[in-house]
């Protein structure tokens, strides 16, 4: 189950893009339970990690991300839902 916390581990929040060291990937946080943030990248892939794992994104990570999601939308352009 995914919480707001009213004061998020670290610094952390909601809709920031971090590194997920553990899993060495770029991510953007959805929630938090317990000692667990949830992460997702743009291509749908979700995960949980420990907060402690993760670090707030870099310049270089955040445009990463952007180029992954923009990948992402042109790959799946055209193609039909369902």
């Known amino acids: 189950m995914r919480t707001r916390s009213a004061t998020p581990p670290g610094g952390l929040r909601i809709g920031m893009v971090v590194y997920d060291r553990t899993y060495e990937m770029v991510a953007v ?3 938090f339970t317990g000692p667990l943030v949830h992460l997702a990248r743009p291509t749908g892939l979700e995960w949980q990690s420990r907060w402690v794992s993760v670090r707030p994104g870099t310049a270089y990570e955040q ?3 952007r180029a ?10 055209g193609l039909p839902v369902g």
């Open 63 to 65: 445009r990463q991300l």
């Open 29 to 31: 946080i959805r929630g």
């Open 68 to 77: 992954l999601a923009a990948l992402h939308r042109l790959r799946h352009k």
